[in-house]
Each structure stands twice: as C-alpha cells, then as structure tokens.
Nanobody, 115 residues
Framework: VQLVESGGGLVQSGGSLTLSCAASGFTLDYDATAWFRQAPGKEREAVSCISGSDGSTYYADSVKGRFTISRDNDKNTVYLQMNSPNPEDTAVYYC?????????WGQGTLVTVSS
C-alpha cells in the first residue's frame, strides 16, 4: 500500500511540468487526494485537492489559474499539471491521500524552477 510521485525535475520559468501520483493497494477515487509542497526553510503547504466523489477541486491562491489537478481512475493516478511555474514554486511536492485510520503520503518529488 503506497503512493509514488514522479515527474519532478528542473523546469524553466514559464514552462510546464506534470507530476504524477500513483497509488497501489487502495483506490484514489474512494476519497480526496491532495498535493502539498514544502520549500526549503518553509512549512509544508496544501497546493491542490481533488475530491473522490464528484471530482471537485481546490487550489491554493498562489497556484490558481496555473496548476490543474486531475485523476485517471483506470490508472489509479492523480496528476498535477504545472503551467507557467515560477521560482517560488520550487519545492518538494508530496501526494497525500487521507483514508479512514491512516494518512498516506508519498516520498515526494523535487521541482526546481529556474528563472
């Protein structure tokens, strides 16, 4: 039972990057799945979330209009498409899936945005 993020790397400001969060051992569409990030020296913060029932989404103000969260139920994977990233988006991005009795976290994937 685990979450595995992938897709991080170095991207130029104004470019695009898509992160993936693949689950094994449980289904992501059962409940909400979220992306968090933690920049060096800062606390972890919520970036985006997608509900399990109707797929409704939430975005932090700092990424609204630039990032898009989505889910592929057949692949049991949640994505975070990052458009027009800027250096302030540089962080380790984590996938989170809170479930009854346990809070699942991935290992994180580093995104570095160059100016």
């Amino acid at each position: 039972v685990q979450l595995v993020e992938s897709g991080g790397g170095l991207v130029q400001s104004g470019g695009s990057l898509t992160l993936s969060c693949a689950a094994s051992g449980f289904t992501l569409d059962y409940d909400a799945t979220a992306w968090f990030r933690q920049a060096p020296g800062k606390e972890r913060e919520a970036v985006s979330c997608i509900s399990g029932s109707d797929g409704s989404t939430y975005y932090a103000d700092s990424v609204k209009g630039r990032f898009t969260i989505s889910r592929d139920n057949d692949k049991n994977t949640v994505y975070l498409q990052m458009n027009s990233p800027n250096p302030e988006d540089t962080a380790v991005y984590y996938c989170n899936a809170p479930r009854p009795g346990r809070d699942y976290w991935g290992q994180g994937t580093l995104v570095t945005v160059s100016s």
